[in-house]
Nanobody, 127 residues
Framework: QVQLVESGGGLVQSGGSMRLSCSAS????????MAWYRQAPGKERELVAE???????NYADSIKGRFTISRDNAKNTVYLQMNDLAPEDTAAYYC?????????????????????WGQGTQVTVSS
């Protein structure tokens, strides 16, 4: 099965920087789009940034110019470089992957395309 594992969260002061990483592993044939979402307490999960397999990116207006998403296709890894962090960036950050690979069914395995999520990593920005 496919798994996404995030790393890099923690506590940082306002104005500081942090980099998140997310690696996909398992029976992967192709990693399509990857993205970062975040969810603050009492709020809905929102898209932060996304990147296609070809490198096309899209950002939420709230983080444009401060965050950069990138990926290493050879490592099936996506990164989120976060600069000039503010207290309102405090949230749990989740990695998302649109991945084609072997999927285990009840009676057989098959090739399929599915969406996967990481377990989340907490980013806390102190003022």
């Amino acid at each position: 099965q496919v798994q996404l594992v995030e790393s890099g969260g923690g506590l940082v002061q306002s104005g500081g920087s942090m980099r998140l990483s997310c690696s996909a592993s398992g029976n992967i044939l192709n990693v399509n789009a990857m993205a970062w979402y975040r969810q603050a307490p009492g709020k809905e999960r929102e898209l932060v940034a996304e990147i296609t397999s070809g490198g096309t990116t899209n950002y939420a207006d709230s983080i444009k110019g401060r965050f950069t998403i990138s990926r290493d296709n050879a490592k099936n890894t996506v990164y989120l470089q976060m600069n000039d962090l503010a207290p309102e960036d405090t949230a749990a950050y989740y990695c998302y992957g649109d991945i084609t690979g072997w999927i285990t069914r009840t009676t057989h395995n098959e090739i399929g395309r599915a969406e996967y999520w990481g377990q989340g990593t907490q980013v806390t920005v102190s003022s």
